[in-house]
C-alpha cells in the first residue's frame, strides 16, 4: 500500500481527503460521523459574529441540477451543478466553540484533523473569533474570505465581500496571524481577476495557506414558471468546474510557495488525483457528500490508494504538482515538434465526421474517401470526433 500521509503547514495528516466547511460539518455530531469514514481531516463550518449570516443557515436551499439545468429527478449526473444557499454556523460563537471543543477530541482520538473556520464582520471580531477558535484546541484555522452568499445578504460584510477587496483581506490576514500562534489558512474566492495575487497578498499578510477557490455566485431558473431556483441569487458550483479550479490550484503551485488546499470541482477519487497532480496539498469534498453521504469518503480514500498502487508511486506526496510543472507555456509550446493527424485505412469507415470538423480546411473526402493534407495542423479535434478508436491518430 502506498504511504496517503501528508504535512500541510507542519500538520501530520493521515491522508489528504477532507471534508469541506459545509453542512456535513454543521454540528458536532456531523463532524464525527466525517470522522467515522476514516478522512484525514475537515473544516468545521464558519463561526460568526453576523447574525444575519447564522439566519441564513436556517434557510438554506440546495439544488441538484443535469447538464440541461433542469432540477434533478432521482438520477444526478455525475457532470451535475451544485446550486444553493446557506449561511454560517447557527451557533452564537460562545455556543459554537462548544461543538468545536467536541468535536476535536473526537478527532484527535481518530488521527483525524479538525480544522477551524471563522468569518467576522469587523477586524475586531475577526481577531477575537479566531482567538475563540484557537483555544478550543484545534491545530490550524480556515479564514472563510470566499462565501458567495454575503453579497446577497444585508448586514453580512464578510466572505466573498472580503475576498474581493485585496487591502481588506491583506488587513484581516495579518491581524488575525498576530493574534494567534497556529497557522492560519485563507478561503479565496473565485470571483476576482486574479486569485494568484489574491494568494499572493494574503500570503504577505502572513497566511501559512490558501483554500482554492470556493463557490461563484449564479443565477438558474425555471422557464416553464419564468421563475428562478430557491427564489433567487445564488452559490454555484459542482464538478463541471473542476478545470477552473485546477486553472488556480496550478498557477499558485508554480508561482508561489504557498500550501494549497483543493476543493470546488473534486467527486471521486480520480478528481483527487487531478487536483494533487496540479498543486493542491490536499483537498475538501462537499457536494458529493452531501449527494451521496458521508461513507463516500470511505470510498474516495480507498480509490486514491488503490490508484498509487496500481501506477507504482509508494508515496501521495510524489504526485503533488507533477502536473503543473509539466505545464508549458504557450513559448515553450512553439518548440515542440509539429503533429499531424494520419487516418488508418484498415479502420476508417469513411463517415466523415472528422471532415465536418476540420476548420483548416486539410481533411478531404475523394471518390467517398477521406484523406488528410500536409498541411495538417495536428489540432487533434478529427481524433475526439472519430466514432472508431485508432481511425485517426496524432504522429509527429
Known amino acids: ?22 453542512e456535513p460539518t454543521l454540528s458536532a455530531e456531523n463532524m464525527k460521523r466525517v470522522i467515522e469514514t476514516g478522512a484525514g481531516g475537515m473544516v468545521a463550518k464558519t463561526v460568526t459574529d453576523s447574525e444575519a449570516m447564522r439566519r441564513l443557515t436556517r434557510m438554506s436551499k440546495w439544488r441538484y441540477l443535469d447538464e440541461q439545468h433542469n432540477v434533478c429527478r432521482g438520477k444526478v449526473p455525475r457532470l451535475f451543478t451544485f446550486y444553493g444557499r446557506s449561511g454560517l454556523a447557527e451557533e452564537e460563537p460562545e455556543k459554537w466553540m462548544e461543538e468545536l471543543k467536541e468535536a476535536r477530541v473526537a478527532a484527535e482520538r481518530n488521527d483525524c484533523v479538525l480544522i477551524g473556520s471563522v468569518g467576522g464582520t469587523t477586524l475586531e471580531n475577526w481577531a477575537r473569533l479566531s482567538r475563540m477558535v484557537e483555544d478550543t484546541g484545534v491545530p490550524l484555522m ?44 485563507v478561503k479565496l474566492t473565485p470571483q476576482v481577476a486574479d486569485v494568484v495575487e489574491m494568494a499572493r497578498a494574503v500570503k504577505e499578510a502572513g ?53 494549497i488546499s483543493g476543493t470546488n470541482g473534486a467527486y471521486d477519487w480520480k478528481d483527487v488525483v487531478e487536483f494533487l497532480m496540479s498543486g493542491a496539498s490536499n483537498v475538501q469534498l462537499c457536494s458529493v457528500v ?24 509508494k508515496s501521495v506526496k510524489e504526485i503533488i504538482g507533477i502536473a503543473a510543472k509539466a505545464a508549458l507555456t504557450y513559448g515553450e509550446m512553439e518548440g515542440l515538434p509539429p503533429e499531424r493527424a494520419v487516418i488508418n485505412k484498415e479502420l476508417c469507415t469513411d463517415c466523415q465526421r472528422c471532415q465536418r470538423s476540420c476548420f483548416y480546411h486539410v481533411i478531404e473526402v475523394r471518390e467517398g474517401s477521406v484523406t488528410i ?18 481511425a485517426v491518430t496524432l504522429q509527429t
Not at 452531501?290 to 508511486?313: A, C
Open 1 to 22: 500500500m502506498a504511504d496517503l500521509r501528508i504535512d500541510f503547514c507542519g500538520v501530520p495528516f493521515k491522508n489528504p481527503v477532507l471534508a469541506a466547511s459545509a
Open 373 to 390: 493534407g500536409e498541411n495538417c495542423r495536428g489540432c487533434g479535434i478529427c481524433t475526439c470526433v472519430c466514432p472508431v478508436p485508432g
Open 142 to 185: 480556515e479564514l472563510n474570505f470566499g462565501c458567495p452568499h454575503p453579497s446577497e445578504m444585508k448586514g453580512a460584510h464578510t466572505g466573498m465581500l472580503v475576498g474581493q477587496d485585496k487591502n481588506a483581506a491583506s488587513e484581516i490576514t495579518y491581524a488575525v496571524a498576530r493574534a494567534v500562534k497556529i497557522p492560519v489558512i
Open 207 to 259: 497566511a501559512s495557506a490558501v483554500t482554492v477557490i470556493n463557490r461563484f455566485v449564479g443565477f438558474c431558473l425555471d422557464i416553464e414558471t419564468g421563475k428562478p431556483y430557491i427564489h433567487g441569487w445564488a452559490g454555484v458550483g459542482g464538478p463541471w468546474v473542476k478545470p477552473l479550479t485546477l486553472r488556480w490550484v496550478s498557477k499558485i503551485h508554480t508561482g508561489l510557495d504557498l500550501p
Open 290 to 313: 452531501m449527494l451521496k453521504g458521508y461513507g463516500y469518503l470511505s470510498e474516495v480514500i480507498q480509490g486514491l490508494d488503490q490508484f498509487l498502487d496500481r501506477k507504482g508511486y
